[in-house]
């Protein structure tokens, strides 16, 4: 008998593949395994769908020439999964333990799970400010993806927040539609590589305003500007936008993994170079849990795709 802080596994479900968490890694990784007659079982975590569930427009994804809204986009991953035999649960994978084959998971703290393989796909969380009106306008005008996001904003007034590198370059992305950029940073000198620093001071679209803080986002149904103080003076101020950018960085939801897996510093699953294999054999990640560089939906789903087919390939040799 199997026991993790009193869970009895004696009797738990036993799968081939589970999937931890959706989105498009996660719901592609159970198309191909489903199609693979792997009957996968996917954990679809606290937020089904991933991110793009709280995206409005989707333009960029190949195949949809005019655009679909990110609820529906999800939707549409989840019945093709469906169709081929993927079996989607509600539920939040809280424990985890790795040591030994079969895996062990605990579901919302109670339901005991085998696992011959698993595919971890739990994503990454944008960082926000923690603005009440930041969460209350997100995707209508609040975004933390500018390369998602900028296309819509096509000659308006815009502002980001933020001071690293990826700051910088969505500042700059986002020169390409809008009128005026303001970068907005607490300090009064970036953490920026010094050339994207140089880029960013030498636009002539960008504005920075240093030693200020965003105290609100202003605007009933849509953003209509906000409100900022600066730190030195104190003076407090509307600055007139209609889109506002979050760029202070993302979080994997990796947390339940960390005792088992090799991780960088921030907590992006490190996996071995072109695979998705992690440091512990039949465990595999893809998606924003393990690429901080891209975080795109079409590139998630491509490495769902490549975390499936590594595990069927792993199965396959197991069994032979």
Same mark, same amino acid.
């Given at each position: 008998?199997?026991?993790?802080?009193?869970? =009895? !596994? #004696?009797?738990?479900?036993?799968?081939? *593949? @589970?999937?931890?968490?959706?989105?498009?890694?996660?719901? &592609?990784?159970? %198309?191909?395994?489903?199609?693979?007659?792997?009957?996968?079982?996917?954990?679809?975590?606290?937020?089904?769908?991933?991110?793009?569930?709280?995206?409005?427009?989707?333009?960029?994804?190949?195949?949809?020439?005019?655009?679909?809204?990110?609820?529906?986009?999800?939707?549409?991953?989840?019945?093709?999964?469906?169709?081929?035999?993927?079996?989607?649960?509600?539920?939040?994978?809280?424990?985890? =333990? !790795? #040591?030994?084959?079969?895996?062990?998971? *605990? @579901?919302?703290?109670?339901?005991?799970?085998?696992?011959? &393989?698993?595919? %971890?796909?739990?994503?990454?969380?944008?960082?926000?400010?923690?603005?009440?009106?930041?969460?209350?306008?997100?995707?209508?005008?609040?975004?933390?993806?500018?390369?998602?996001?900028?296309?819509?904003?096509?000659?308006?007034?815009?502002?980001?927040?933020?001071?690293?590198?990826?700051?910088?370059?969505?500042?700059?992305?986002?020169?390409?539609?809008?009128?005026?950029?303001?970068?907005?940073?607490?300090?009064?000198?970036?953490?920026?590589?010094?050339?994207?620093?140089?880029?960013?001071?030498?636009?002539?679209?960008?504005?920075?305003?240093?030693?200020?803080?965003?105290?609100?986002?202003?605007?009933?149904?849509?953003?209509?500007?906000?409100?900022?103080?600066?730190?030195?003076?104190?003076?407090?101020?509307?600055?007139?936008?209609?889109?506002?950018?979050?760029?202070?960085?993302?979080?994997?939801?990796?947390?339940?993994?960390?005792?088992?897996?090799?991780?960088?510093?921030?907590?992006?699953?490190?996996?071995?170079?072109?695979?998705?294999?992690?440091?512990?054999?039949?465990?595999?990640?893809?998606?924003?849990?393990?690429?901080?560089?891209?975080?795109?939906?079409?590139?998630?789903?491509?490495?769902?795709?490549?975390?499936?087919?590594?595990?069927?390939?792993?199965?396959?040799?197991?069994?032979?």
């Amino acid at each position: 008998m199997f026991a993790m802080q009193g869970i =009895d !596994f #004696s009797s738990a479900e036993h799968h081939k *593949v @589970v999937i931890v968490g959706t989105g498009p890694a996660g719901l &592609t990784a159970a %198309i191909y395994a489903a199609r693979a007659n792997l009957s996968p079982l996917v954990i679809q975590g606290p937020q089904p769908g991933g991110q793009l569930i709280t995206t409005t427009d989707v333009e960029n994804y190949p195949g949809f020439p005019d655009g679909i809204m990110g609820p529906e986009m999800m939707q549409k991953f989840e019945a093709q999964a469906e169709r081929f035999g993927a079996n989607l649960r509600w539920g939040m994978v809280t424990e985890v =333990d !790795f #040591s030994e084959r079969p895996f062990k998971l *605990v @579901v919302d703290e109670e339901k005991p799970i085998l696992a011959d &393989t698993v595919i %971890i796909s739990t994503g990454a969380s944008a960082k926000y400010l923690g603005l009440e009106n930041e969460s209350r306008l997100l995707g209508k005008g609040v975004s933390a993806c500018a390369t998602c996001d900028g296309a819509f904003f096509r000659n308006q007034d815009l502002a980001i927040v933020g001071g690293g590198d990826t700051a910088m370059e969505e500042a700059l992305f986002l020169t390409r539609f809008a009128t005026k950029v303001y970068v907005i940073h607490r300090r009064n000198e970036f953490r920026a590589s010094q050339i994207m620093q140089d880029r960013v001071m030498n636009h002539e679209k960008i504005e920075v305003l240093w030693n200020t803080v965003v105290e609100d986002v202003l605007g009933d149904t849509l953003v209509e500007g906000l409100a900022i103080r600066n730190t030195e003076t104190g003076k407090a101020r509307t600055l007139p936008v209609q889109g506002f950018f979050v760029a202070i960085g993302h979080q994997p939801n990796t947390d339940i993994f960390k005792d088992w897996l090799d991780m960088d510093e921030t907590g992006y699953i490190q996996t071995q170079p072109d695979s998705t294999y992690t440091n512990v054999e039949g465990i595999f990640a893809c998606g924003d849990a393990q690429d901080h560089v891209y975080r795109q939906a079409i590139t998630a789903a491509g490495t769902g795709c490549m975390a499936a087919i590594d595990a069927e390939r792993w199965l396959a040799d197991q069994e032979a």
